[in-house]
Structures are given as structure tokens and as C-alpha cells.
Nanobody
Framework: QVQLVESGGGLVQAGGSLRLSCAAS????????MGWYRQAPGEQRELVAV???????NYANSVEGRFTIPRNNNKNTVYLEMNSLKPEDTAVYYC??????????????WGKGTLVTVSS
């Protein structure tokens, strides 16, 4: 069974930095796209950043230039490095990954989320 486990959330002041981690574990044949989404109170979940297995990245306009999404394929881990944080970045951040548990199957997985709170 595949699991995504996030870590690294917490409370930070505006202008500060945080680094989130998401590790995939279980029976994994390969991992395709990995990404981060976030959901603020009363809002819909939105894409923050995504990285392909080849390293191509895409960012939401609201985080472009402040966040980066590196990935370590050897560790089945994706990170979200967040700089110049703003109060509007406050949300629960969810890891997402398209994972093949076997060569013939592909499924989309979600982590349970980690809370990021940015104080003004």
C-alpha cells in the first residue's frame, strides 16, 4: 500500500521561510508527477506547484518566484521550499503524486496535509 507522508509545517512570521517534505512509501514501481496543493479556510483546494519525473516544474502565479519544488527521486521525496511567506499563504498543504504501484497500474495519491500558518 502506498502512502504519502508530509512534514515541515508550522507557524512562521511573514517574510520567513519553511520547507515542507513529502515522502512516498510502500510498493512503488515508479512515480510520475509530484506536487503540492493547498486549501485555506473556506476556500477550494488549489495547485501550488508540480514537478514531473523529468524535473519540469509549474507554479501557481501567486507563488512564482517565492516557492520552489525540488525532488529527490532516489528517496521518493518531494519538497516545497517556501520563501518570503505572506499571511495569505496560510493553508493546509497537501502532497499529491501519481504513482505506479506496478507496471500496469497508475493511481493518484494524497497525503493527509500539513498546516502552514503565516503571522503578520
Amino acid at each position: 500500500q502506498v502512502q504519502l507522508v508530509e512534514s515541515g509545517g508550522g507557524l512562521v512570521q511573514a517574510g520567513g521561510s519553511l520547507r515542507l517534505s513529502c515522502a512516498a512509501s510502500g510498493t512503488i514501481f515508479s512515480i510520475n508527477d509530484m506536487g503540492w496543493y493547498r486549501q485555506a479556510p473556506g476556500e477550494q483546494r488549489e495547485l501550488v506547484a508540480v514537478i514531473t519525473s523529468g524535473g519540469s516544474t509549474n507554479y501557481a502565479n501567486s507563488v512564482e518566484g517565492r516557492f520552489t519544488i525540488p525532488r529527490n527521486n532516489n528517496k521518493n521525496t518531494v519538497y516545497l521550499e517556501m520563501n518570503s511567506l505572506k499571511p495569505e499563504d496560510t493553508a493546509v498543504y497537501y502532497c499529491n503524486a501519481e504513482i505506479q504501484p506496478s507496471w500496469y497500474a497508475s493511481m493518484n495519491y494524497w497525503g493527509k496535509g500539513t498546516l502552514v500558518t503565516v503571522s503578520s
